[in-house]
């Protein structure tokens, strides 16, 4: 056992769907709109009951009953959120104490959209360097207690859900292959929240100016995500000595349609090997990749032996590839 690999995988998603036509009622937009700019057509609301913990758990069962392993298994709970249930204690720690994993670490990391990847990242050096057998990595974001609703330009794109997956030694040849993070905060101004931090402590006044809202500047982030996730993409296959037309199935962050299809056609793939779900779920952040992981191992589009190769790029800026044979 030389390499990390994914064991399992489980998403949980809110039961509620908002379709592009239910916010034709709450802001100035329209289905083709929407679905020209970002290929979506509905994504998931969370319940006003339901938290990012609850939901987690939720997903993490589901994944360690893939993985045939129990919550005494883990040593480590990575959750990447940026929506946590308080912020103060983390959100890992909910989880670990509702799955009953009590010798078990757990923190938060917070990567936006890249964040899954980073967590796999992380769990991987725990793996190799022995610090830890099985690692728990969670992608779970409510975005919708984010969302302005009377801000077209954000409301029609993000929407709630919770994918997780247990990592653990695998045999070479499979596992991850290799890795990158990256992070440039001289745009960190193109995605963000402006209060409800230390910087702007939440008041009266932020509330009033909406400033708790996510606040994002789209036709700068296009231009930089594409440039990024071909950039990083390439040098991971690089790095494995892979090439694009070896590749199973590329994942990337549900972000955009656009931003997807000028991925795939500066890779040189075609379509059938690039997988999406953005019309049903919309972009859910750090669950994004998670989530498309399994409905593939549940569908049967990943086989043992595939490459297959994850990209993501959010907030922060932040922006990673993992490679990895299943």
Known sequence: MDAAGILGTGTALPDRIVTNHDLEKMVETSDRW??????????????????????????????LEMAGLTPQDLDL??????????????????????????????????????????????????????KARHVLVIGAELLSRYVDYQDRATCVIFGDGVAAGVLGPVESPSGILASEMHTNGMFADHLFIPAGGTARPASCETVQARDHY?????????????????????????????????????????????????????????????????????????????ICLDECVRSGRIKKGDLILLSAFGAGVTWGAVLMRW
Do not use: W
Request: charged share 20%; proline share 6%.
């Open 34 to 63: 929407i679905t020209e700019r970002t290929g979506i057509k509905e994504r998931r609301q969370a319940a006003p009951e339901e938290t990012t913990s609850a939901l987690s758990v939720k997903a993490s069962r589901k994944a």
């Open 77 to 130: 709970i990575i959750c990447s959120t940026i929506s946590p249930d308080m912020p103060l204690p983390s959100t890992a720690s909910f989880i670990q104490c509702e799955l009953g994993a009590p010798d078990c670490c757990a923190f938060d990391l917070a990567a936006a959209c890249s964040g899954f990847l980073f967590g796999m990242t992380v769990a991987e050096q725990f793996i190799k360097t022995g």
């Open 214 to 290: 996510i606040k994002m500047r789209g036709n700068e982030l296009f231009k930089v995500a594409v440039r990024s996730l071909e950039e990083v993409s390439r040098r991971v296959m690089q790095q494995a000595n892979v090439c694009a037309d070896q590749l199973s199935l590329f994942i990337p962050h549900q972000a955009n349609q656009r931003i997807t299809d000028a991925v795939q056609q500066r890779l040189g793939l075609p379509p059938e090997k690039v997988y999406t779900n953005i019309s049903r779920v919309g972009n859910t952040s750090s669950a994004s990749i998670p």
